[in-house]
Every structure is written in C-alpha cells, then in structure tokens.
C-alpha cells in the first residue's frame, strides 16, 4: 500500500532500551503504533523527562533520530508496534 514512510518494522514482545535511530531523519518524524492486549507498557523519553502510556492503541510521532526514546518493560499482555519510519539516507 502506499505510504509517505521509507521503512515499517513490526516488533513483537521486545524491550526496547534507550536509543536514538542513527539512520533516521533529524527534520522528520516516526510513527510509532502500539497494538496488542492487556499490556500497560511505558514509552519513556528521558531527555525530555517524560512517560507516556503506552497501551494497545496509543500513537506516538517523534523524531527518533533527535530524542532519546525506550519501551520499558510491562508486566502482562502481548504487545506489537508498528513503528514507520525515514531513512535519511533514502532522501539524500
């Protein structure tokens, strides 16, 4: 299907420790879709100090190149994210 994204990556079930997506583009965002169920996972963005829930149906654009940015780990459920992204090196 078409989409204005370069990348999508599923993730099932993963911790994700904090990080920042060297390959991504500093000027554009991620999308980040989290699905599944019974889990209350935490999206963490320490360099701005902050957690957002991240339950099944939450959305998060950031630009994962410039913030920080972790999936602490939950304690039931099955979690999946669809995480849409740019590569900056597809737009050079």
Not at 21 to 30: I, K
Request: glycine residues 8%; hydrophobic residues 40%; charged residues 15%.
């Amino acid at each position: 299907w078409p989409s204005i994204f370069s990348g999508l990556e599923i993730i099932a079930n993963r911790v994700t420790f904090s990080h920042r997506d060297g390959g991504g583009s500093p000027s554009l965002f991620d999308l980040l879709v989290s699905l599944g169920r019974n889990h209350h996972a935490t999206f963490a963005l320490p360099d701005v100090q902050a957690e957002l829930d991240y339950s099944p149906g939450a959305m998060v654009y950031i630009s994962g190149r410039v913030l920080e940015h972790s999936v602490c780990p939950w304690l039931n459920g099955e979690r999946l994210v669809i995480a849409h992204f740019m590569k900056d090196a597809v737009y050079d």
